[in-house]
């Protein structure tokens, strides 16, 4: 079964966001045997907000 899958357009971040993402991705790669990518990263963060919005739990973080 062939898996499909979407791709999603740029978005524009805060230099404070990038730098969080940047630390936050280095901080992960240097205790763990499979590193991220930025890529990786975005990805899974797009797919842990989206299962905690759909199963109506708290966001840990105030969106602005």
Do not use: C, G, W
């Not at 062939?2 to 240097?30: C, G, H, P, R, W």
């Not at 930025?38 to 905690?52: D, G, K, P």
């Amino acid at each position: 079964m062939k898996k499909l899958t979407k791709s999603l357009s740029s978005f524009k971040v805060s230099e404070k966001t990038y730098d969080n993402m940047k630390q936050a991705i280095k901080k992960y790669n240097e205790k763990n045997l499979m590193p991220f990518s930025l890529n990786e990263f975005r990805r899974l963060a797009y797919e842990i907000l989206s299962q905690i919005i759909l199963q109506n739990k708290e966001l840990p973080v105030k969106i602005r």
